[in-house]
Nanobody, 125 residues
Framework: QVQLVESGGGSVQAGGSLRLSCAAS????????MGWFRQVPGKEREGVAA????????YYIDSVKGRFTISQDNAKNTLFLQMSSLKPEDTGMYYC??????????????????WGQGTQVTVSS
C-alpha cells in the first residue's frame, strides 16, 4: 500500500515561488504516473501536472506551462512541484496522487488510486 504525504505549501505574494514535495512510502513499484491536482471550494479537483514515473514524460495544463515544473527523485521516492511566477488563481489545496495503470487520462482524478492529504497554497495579489 502506497502512502503519500505532501508538504511545502504556504502563503506567498503574486510573482513568488513555492516548492511542493510529496513523499511516498510503501511499495511504489506498481506506480506508473504521479500527479499534482488542486482544488478550491465549490470547484472540481483540477489536474495541474503529471509525470510518467518510468519514462519521465511530463504533462501540464496550459495555465501553468512555463511556470510550474514537476520532477521526481526516485532514490528518495519523492515528487516535487516547483511553482514560479505564482498568480492568485493558483490558490488552492494541492494534492499529489499515484496511478497504477499503464494508460490513463492524467487530468482525470478518478484515474489516480492513492491520494495525499493535501497542502494549502495561497497566493495574494
Amino acid at each position: 500500500q502506497v502512502q503519500l504525504v505532501e508538504s511545502g505549501g504556504g502563503s506567498v505574494q503574486a510573482g513568488g515561488s513555492l516548492r511542493l514535495s510529496c513523499a511516498a512510502s510503501g511499495y511504489t513499484g506498481g506506480v506508473y504516473y504521479m500527479g499534482w491536482f488542486r482544488q478550491v471550494p465549490g470547484k472540481e479537483r483540477e489536474g495541474v501536472a503529471a509525470i510518467h514515473t518510468r519514462a519521465g514524460v511530463t504533462y501540464y495544463i496550459d495555465s501553468v506551462k512555463g511556470r510550474f515544473t514537476i520532477s521526481q527523485d526516485n532514490a528518495k521516492n519523492t515528487l516535487f512541484l516547483q511553482m514560479s511566477s505564482l498568480k492568485p488563481e493558483d490558490t488552492g489545496m494541492y494534492y499529489c496522487a499515484a496511478a497504477f495503470r499503464r494508460v490513463i487520462i492524467w487530468t482525470r482524478p478518478a484515474d489516480f488510486a492513492v491520494w495525499g492529504q493535501g497542502t494549502q497554497v495561497t497566493v495574494s495579489s
